[in-house]
Structures are given as C-alpha cells and as structure tokens.
C-alpha cells in the first residue's frame, strides 16, 4: 500500500472557501461514497468566533447548496458535522482511482491536504490526473509505504483519534471521558487505560525507549 500526501485547490469546494471567509479549521474525519454522485462525511469545524449551528449551516449552504448538513456543538466554536453532498464528484474521483480518502484538513488559504491511500502508485498517479482535468490544483506533498505495524494497535488508535476528533487534547478540554464512553460504547475507566497504553507507546517511540 502507497500513502500520498497531497495539497489542493479544488474550485467551488466549501471547505475552502469557509476557511477563508471565517478563518476556520475544517478536518474531515471519516468520507465515504453513498452512489456515484453522492458522497458522506463526517467533519470537525472549529470556528474563531462562536456560531449557533443555524447560522453554520446557513453559511454551508450558501457556499454549496447541494450539501445537506447537520450540525452539533461541542464546545465554544466547535462543531461535529455530518454532511451529504448530492453533486460529490471528488467521492467518484476516488472510487474511480480505487483510493481512499484517509483525512483531509482545510489550510488558511483555501487549499485542502489530503492523506490518500491506495493499493499502488499508479492509482495515486491516476487520482492526480483526474483530478487535474476537474479543474483542481494539486501539488504531491510525499508518497511513502504504507507502515503495516504502526506503534498503536488499531482499537487504541480508534479510541485515540475518537478522543482527539471530539476534543479531548484540546486546551481547555471540550470533551470528558463520560464523552467518550457515550460516543464509544465502552465504560470510563477502560476508555482511560487504553488511552494511557496509547499515550505511553506513542511517547516511548517519540524518545526510543
């Protein structure tokens, strides 16, 4: 498995242009096709200002009208949004390249970073072309082998990346372990000890004990 970073520009794209206009940090958490034109996603919106979830919204859809969103606060200026988009073409690029979206984070001047991964260098190769004829502006950020034994087994970097989507590590805290226990199903005291095993391999690696 390949691993490519890539920077984009894509024209008419919300997540852009919303980080422009707010000074916003938009990261996509989880993006999946629903056909060949529609697409899913599940968001992170931290906004400078604080925004009722109407007004949110209403921003989105004046940027996209073809986007359905459903927004909940999490915290002052935080947001969880899921979003279905009925004119997705990006969702299709992918598919057609045979990649999978594994993150994208907004940058401040409108361009988007994605991490894509994909079974050989030739679909990353393809996606790129495809994209190009889209219209899109792409620069390739870094490709690399995919490491197929990270520090974290994939329950604690499940449990992990729930923690920190929702909150967690941010300063101050928006989110609790009684958070996390309702969004993952699990008891607080276990949610904090495979947190804490996380925690110690990621630091330990970082230090090379």
């Not at 979830?53 to 969103?69: F, N, Y």
């Not at 990649?99 to 996606?127: E, H, M, Y």
């Not at 792409?138 to 087994?153: F, I, K, S």
Request: aromatic share 4%.
């Amino acid at each position: 498995m390949r691993t490519a970073k890539l920077l984009l520009r894509i024209p008419g794209n919300w997540i852009g242009e919303l980080s422009v206009r707010c000074n916003a940090s938009i990261k996509v958490l989880r993006c999946v096709p629903s056909d060949t034109n529609t697409g899913r996603g599940l968001l992170r919106i931290d906004m400078p200002d604080e925004e009722d979830d109407r007004s949110l919204e209403d921003m989105i859809k004046a940027i996209s009208p073809d986007c359905h969103v459903n927004l909940a606060t999490i915290g002052p200026g935080k947001h969880i949004a899921t979003v279905t988009n009925n004119a997705c073409l990006i969702c299709n690029l992918l598919n057609e390249a045979d990649c999978f979206l594994d993150s994208a984070v907004s940058q401040p001047d409108g361009k988007v970073a994605w991490t894509v991964i994909a079974p050989r260098s030739d679909n990353i190769g393809r996606l790129i072309a495809r994209l190009k004829e889209m219209g899109c502006e792409v620069e390739m950020l870094g490709l690399r082998d995919q490491e197929e034994d990270g520090p974290l087994t994939y329950h604690q970097e499940k449990v992990l990346r729930t923690a920190y989507d929702l909150g967690y590590y941010d300063i101050p805290r928006t989110a609790t372990l009684a958070d996390l226990s309702n969004k993952l199903g699990m008891a607080r005291s276990t949610i904090d000890v495979v947190l804490r095993r996380a925690e110690r391999r990621l630091i330990s690696k970082h230090i090379g004990r």
